[in-house]
């Protein structure tokens, strides 16, 4: 049995959930999310409480039960709150900055002999702080898509093993090797 996906999810107040064939619909203040159900798992929408149920006990059954009922938690914590990511650029002379004509444009400089531009979806707004380090928050109300962009924005250059430069999370720990001459 999912001990996950036995817990109901609550609906806070300001979140309308609407289940139509197998798409379940969640609006919020934030902004609008829906997702395919797949499989034979059943969704029962009470007054302020969404259950998670599956029809058969087999192996895919058991494993998308628990998942949906996070990506359903996901989507009312998202419309409702939102979610964060903060990335932090380490290097002699990384910069980030916003594009002055549209917010959506993230313009970074991380070493390379050109800089490199990103556009980011609608639903993520951006903000750039220049510390020690120049940090980048990300937030939206969708924590895939915003998982994914943070992902993208890291592995442009990901943090390297000797000295550490690159773009990693906040509080990521990075294993440093020791050079040649640590012998």
Request: hydrophobic residues 35%; aromatic residues 6%; charged residues 25%.
């Amino acid at each position: 049995m999912s001990r996950i996906g036995n817990i109901p999810v609550l609906i806070p107040n300001n979140v309308f959930v609407k289940k139509q064939d197998n798409i379940i619909y969640i609006k919020g203040p934030l902004g609008k999310l829906n997702q395919e159900i797949i499989g034979d798992i059943n969704i029962i929408i009470n007054h302020n409480n969404i259950i998670v149920k599956r029809k058969h006990n087999d192996k895919k059954n058991r494993a998308l039960h628990g998942l949906y009922r996070m990506l359903i938690y996901n989507m009312i914590k998202g419309v409702s709150n939102g979610f964060k990511k903060k990335l932090e650029l380490i290097g002699v002379g990384f910069r980030a900055n916003i594009n002055n004509n549209n917010n959506q444009i993230l313009n970074l400089n991380i070493g390379y002999s050109h800089n490199i531009m990103i556009k980011l979806p609608q639903s993520i707004t951006l903000e750039v702080k220049m510390d020690k380090n120049p940090q980048i928050i990300l937030k939206s109300y969708d924590k895939q898509l915003l998982g994914i962009v943070a992902a993208k924005i890291r592995s442009l250059r990901k943090p390297e093993p000797y000295k550490g430069k690159g773009i990693r999370y906040i509080n990521e720990y990075v294993i440093k090797k020791p050079g040649k001459s640590a012998k």
